[in-house]
């Protein structure tokens, strides 16, 4: 019989799930609308639909589910207690996701922050695949991180470390939805792209996606290639720091901006060189990589987490 464990991984719009093998490979998957105005109750009670989907699945083919791995956004103790929540996530702080789901299922539940997931997954089968001691990071509405240490996600004193998109790079710079200034990810991440690339059009009207910015920079537009060379620089920042407090093996980066590969991280790389000392990211000792396994990422790591969980 196929032993399998279920992977999850709760965005703020979909939730991604899949049954996930010993040798990584996913033998089923799924999507459906996170529909999280419904609040704790209801995105509890979406995650109970989802496992019973596959405890039926499982029932009716050669499947033996193991448990469940369930990568989700904001700060997780170890004991999967939700201690901080994103507002695309209402209600979700303050719950011990574990617990919630006994009455829904008798499958062991374990939770990790979804970058740690990320992070998990590209150690397992991704550009992390036989590494240790390296930072893996995804760009998107914020910035989140994670290192891998020992095999597994630093977690510091209480589960929250790889808060990196919180290190300030700007004193008294551009306000954050976490109440500071300053921080990194209101230059870096995806969303302070669309908010500071108009500032750079030169006064004409700018409305582009950022794939559309990367679009005409391939082509040699000016503006959007100097909007490029500045986000660029702007990641370059954050992963210098981090790179002088934690001399990592290698950087990997993922969210849907990796996906510009060699356009942009050959960029992010020759800024990173400039802004560190020497030794610290000379190449090819330290890699700067996108990312391999997308958007089933969250989903893989999760189910990676419980077959390190259940292990003997």
């Keep these: ?8 991984d709760i965005g703020g719009t979909y939730i991604k799930s899949g049954l996930v093998g010993e040798d990584g490979r996913v033998r089923e998957q799924n999507s459906t609308p996170t529909e999280a105005a419904g609040g704790k109750a209801g995105l509890l009670g979406k995650l109970g639909q989802i496992v019973h989907g596959y405890e039926r699945m499982a029932a009716e083919r050669p499947f033996e589910l193991a448990g469940i791995g369930i990568g989700t956004a904001g700060y997780v103790t170890t004991s999967g207690l939700i201690g901080s929540a994103t507002d695309n996530l209402p209600g979700w702080q303050g719950t011990c996701v574990p617990s919630e789901l006994k009455t829904h299922t008798s499958l062991p539940v374990f939770v990790e922050n979804d970058v740690n997931a990320v992070a998990i997954g590209e150690r397992w089968l991704g550009a992390g695949r036989g590494r240790d001691g390296f930072i893996c990071l995804t760009l998107g509405t914020g910035i989140g991180g994670c290192l891998i240490t020992g095999g597994e996600p630093y977690r510091g004193r209480n589960g929250y470390a790889g808060a990196y998109g919180h290190q300030t790079v700007r004193m008294d ?7 500071l200034r300053g921080c990194w990810e209101q230059y870096a991440s995806v969303t302070a792209l669309k908010r500071w690339a108009p500032e750079m059009a030169d006064g004409a009207e700018w409305s582009q996606t950022p794939e559309n910015i990367f679009a005409q920079a391939r082509e040699g537009h000016e503006t959007a290639l100097r909007i490029v060379e500045r986000y660029a620089e702007y990641v370059a920042v954050g992963i210098a720091n981090l790179i002088h407090s934690l001399n990592p093996t290698a950087i990997v980066i993922g969210g849907a901006i990796s996906a510009q590969g060699e356009f942009l991280f050959g960029r992010i790389r020759r800024h990173v060189r400039r802004l560190t000392l020497h030794g610290f990211a000379d190449e090819p000792e330290l890699p700067i990589l996108p990312a391999e396994l997308g958007n089933m990422a969250g989903v893989i790591g999760a189910a990676r987490r419980t077959w390190m969980s259940i292990a003997p």
């Excluded at 710079?173 to 109440?179: H, I």
């Design 1 to 8: 019989m196929d032993r399998v464990a279920i992977g999850i």
């Design 173 to 179: 710079g551009q306000a954050c939805t976490c109440g």
